[in-house]
């Protein structure tokens, strides 16, 4: 090979590499889950870029800045904070998010960490007035669907709580964190997508005094268990005793009944028949009853005008 | 082989060994372009196929064919497989006899009621991915975004409800409702997952009120079990006297049978008597008297007669001393 030869192919080996790496920095690929801004010299240059696949840009002058596309996370710390009708609660609230606007999102943010301090600051804020003019019950509840109870509950006083309207309710709530979050935050090129109520709990001694509250329910209800049981039981004990008088005493107005009828009887049939001769029946009976009543212990009396006696005389 | 006819064509000039070596490499290069793009997708799983970052293509499960060297990217999505997200406690080891930890996950089951009271309510959700291409472009982590939207959902449909209704009544209404509300909110997310199924698992009041609760249930059995005593007790009693009462009323009528039947029986005896007695009176009488007499006074001890002229008991006869 010539000198001339080795120099032109050093140039074109040269001028290719050269050639490649100007493309591939003119090259970008853009994912899914990515949209892009361009700036020039720092400048941005034409919008966003949103669809994703491969682009191209003027290398070396041009810079890509990638964003994410996808709905983000936010989850914000529990926080105490009073209702309107003081109770002081812990509320978690969690949020989604997106960046809508990277040209704002990059001039005024930049990173995810300061998008978070800012959706902090904005939320805790909104989160605590609207919270502040609510009524714990229109927190915690969601509708005025009726509540039920068990019966053993039911009948045990249920306090004002389960009476009151609510007009407002728990997602509307988080609607209204959300509808005044919203503008706030657009603020930095970001869409708010969603505000929710994640937790919602009483602070400790709140929760101390609902525990005993609901541990007083209870014994109460337990306590109604335990006298209907007694009442009960003595309502069966008297009816017992009812249901026995009334057995035994009316087997005895039924005996006595029969038994009278019977001697009515007897009399009757007795009459009959020794009204024939009273005077014979005395005497037979007068004999049978000394034939039943004397035997060896008894000394017997007989005056000497007794029948024997005259016997005994008539026979001397 | 298009490429490797036309390198074969242009490769003329050099020698035959530097030609042969230019084929074995062309060759290896081709089998490791194909080779390369190359994959399977599991019977479980679709693919996603990105060109250059955009979305091109899922593919059904299978030998597919990418264009490597990172043009192509393939992500595996398993579209049948059902995932579990556990609340209020985490299998440590699932198997016949699943051990559970229930350490400190009192902030996710512990939860306010409609009325004011606190339940501690322990769920499971299960999601399979839908729609693979929503489930990875759509919301960055889907996993963290499906808890919190639970725990979101379940809150809203204790809050409304009962203590009483959250721990006994209805269980199974509460988790068909977040069900229906979280597939809602999925759904706004668009995020590719379908819910399957919402259970509540262990539903309690809180650890410090249990045994007030556990006092109602024992409560309620002691309700019953007095009340039966009470019952057994009456049981006991009436049937008895049912029985005392008939054998009164039996003994009775006996009573009344023997009194009638003797009356008769009496009767009928003296009627007799006195039919055969009225026509020899006297002679019957005394006869009668006297064989009464010699019955009787074998028998007595001392007979004593008295002459009613005469006051007091003496002069007398003794018949048991004069006997002798």
């Known amino acids: 090979m010539t000198e001339v030869s080795k120099m032109k192919y050093k140039t074109l080996i040269i001028v290719a590499v050269v050639a490649l790496i100007i493309i591939f920095n003119a090259l970008y690929v853009i994912d899914e889950r990515q949209q892009v801004i361009i700036t020039q010299f720092g400048d941005p240059v034409g919008g966003t870029i949103n669809s994703a696949g491969l682009h191209l840009k003027i290398p ?3 810079k890509v800045h990638f964003f994410e596309k996808r709905i983000l996370e936010w989850d914000g710390d529990a926080k105490q904070i009073p209702t309107s009708d003081k109770r002081y609660i812990w509320l978690d609230t969690f949020s989604r998010w997106q960046i ?10 930049r990173f995810e960490t300061a998008a978070h301090s800012r959706l902090d600051d904005i939320i805790s804020g909104t989160t605590r007035d609207v919270i502040s003019s609510h009524k714990l019950l229109e927190i915690v509840r969601n509708s005025n669907r009726q509540l039920t109870f068990t019966e053993e509950f039911e009948t045990s006083d249920l306090g004002d709580v389960i009476k009151e309207t609510i007009h407002f309710g728990r997602r509307s709530i988080a609607d209204s964190i959300f509808v005044l979050s919203k503008p706030l935050i657009a603020e930095y090129g970001i869409e708010l997508i969603d505000v929710r109520i994640k937790r ?3 602070n400790e001694d709140v929760q101390s005094k609902v525990f005993d509250r609901m541990i007083s329910e ?4 337990a306590t109604k268990f335990r006298s209907e049981g007694e009442g009960k039981s003595s309502e069966i004990l008297g009816r017992m005793k009812k249901d026995l008088d009334q057995i035994e005493s009316q087997a005895y107005e039924t005996a006595q009944n029969i038994k009278g009828e019977a001697d009515a009887s007897a009399i009757n049939i007795y009459a009959n028949a020794y009204n024939r001769d009273p005077g014979f029946y005395e005497f037979l009976k007068t004999l049978e009853t000394y034939e039943l009543t004397i035997d060896k212990k008894n000394t017997l009396i007989m005056t000497t005008d007794s029948d024997y006696y005259k016997f005994l005389k008539s026979s001397k | 082989m298009a490429d490797f006819e036309e390198i074969k064509a242009s490769a003329k000039i050099p020698k035959i060994p530097k030609k042969r070596i230019l084929t074995i490499v062309i060759i290896i290069a081709v089998a490791i372009f194909i080779l390369t793009g190359l994959y399977t997708v599991n019977p479980e799983e679709l693919g996603v196929i990105q060109r250059f970052g955009k979305y091109v293509v899922s593919t059904e499960p299978g030998l597919h064919f990418k264009i490597p060297f990172g043009v192509d990217k393939l ?8 995932f579990k997200e556990e609340f209020g406690f985490r299998t440590m080891r699932a198997g016949v006899k699943s051990q559970f930890s229930r350490r400190n996950f009192d902030v996710e089951s512990v939860m306010l009621t409609g009325d004011l009271n606190i339940a501690d309510v322990e769920w499971i959700i299960q999601y399979r991915i839908k729609d693979p291409v929503r489930y990875l472009f759509n919301v960055r982590n889907v996993e963290e975004t499906i808890r919190d939207l639970t725990e979101s959902v379940i809150r809203e449909v204790v809050g409304d409800r009962s203590v009483d209704e959250v721990i006994v009544l209805n269980r199974k209404e509460i988790a068909d409702e977040a069900e229906i509300l979280l597939q809602k909110e999925l759904n706004y997310y668009k995020a590719g997952v379908e819910v399957v199924t919402i259970n509540l698992q262990n539903v309690n009041p809180p650890e410090r009120v249990r045994p007030a609760f556990n006092e109602v249930n024992s409560a309620k059995q002691e309700k019953e079990r007095i009340i039966n005593q009470a019952w057994q007790k009456y049981n006991e009693i009436i049937p008895e006297a049912r029985g005392k009462a008939k054998r009164t009323i039996e003994e009775a009528q006996g009573y009344a049978i023997n009194r009638v039947n003797r009356a008769n029986g009496d009767a009928d005896r003296f009627m007799q008597m006195y039919n055969t007695y009225k026509n020899a009176k006297t002679v019957t009488r005394k006869r009668m008297y006297l ?3 010699q019955k009787i006074l074998p028998n007595v001890e001392k007979v004593y007669i008295v002459d009613e002229e005469q006051k007091g008991l003496l ?6 001393d004069g006997g002798k």
């Open chain 1, 218 to 221: 209870r014994q109460k209800i």
């Open chain 1, 200 to 202: 919602l709990n009483y």
């Open chain 1, 60 to 62: 070396f002058i041009q």
């Open chain 1, 100 to 109: 809508n606007d990277p040209l704002k999102f990059y001039e005024t943010t």
């Open chain 2, 75 to 82: 992500t595996k999505v398993k579209v049948k497989e059902v």
């Open chain 2, 315 to 320: 002069p007398l006869l003794d018949l048991n």
């Open chain 2, 291 to 293: 064989e009464t007499m």
